[in-house]
């Protein structure tokens, strides 16, 4: 159980952490240009915050704990293809229903998602083995 929640730990401000950094200033004026007519003026933190207690949660399941019975790669392709999928769910339904979504918004957050899914992932994998 241990090792259970300090991989989950682990994996949870790996993304916090990176995700901030890509918000926070590298993606921000992407999503400024394609979107800022939908965007809040202040995010909604508690929602925010859910999302990042979550997230990680299928991480775990998914790719982090199955990923370190089998090699790195596995939890690798397991998280990418986690990630992959459940930003593409988001993304693709907004391009398929609001008016005017970037469909370039659409892959960036998707390749976005892919790559913060594998590292956070990998980060927990690490914490777990650890452990």
Do not use: C
């Not at 998280?79 to 992959?84: K, P, R």
């Not at 459940?86 to 907004?94: E, G, K, Q, R």
């Amino acid at each position: 159980m241990q090792k259970t929640l300090l991989a989950y730990a682990a994996t949870a401000l790996v993304m916090v952490a990176i995700d901030l950094v890509w918000l926070g200033w590298i993606a921000k004026p992407l999503y400024q240009q394609g979107i800022g007519h939908l965007m809040s003026a202040e995010p909604r933190l508690a929602v925010g915050a859910l999302f990042y207690l979550l997230y990680p949660v299928g991480l775990m399941v998914f790719a982090v704990v199955p990923g370190a019975a089998m090699g790195w790669g596995e939890t690798a392709i397991k998280a990418a293809l986690f990630g992959f999928f459940a930003y593409a769910t988001y993304d693709l339904t907004n391009l398929a229903t609001l008016k005017n979504w970037p469909a370039s918004l659409a892959l960036i957050d998707m390749t976005w998602g892919t790559a913060v899914s594998t590292v956070s992932a990998l980060a927990g994998r690490w914490a777990y083995q650890a452990a």
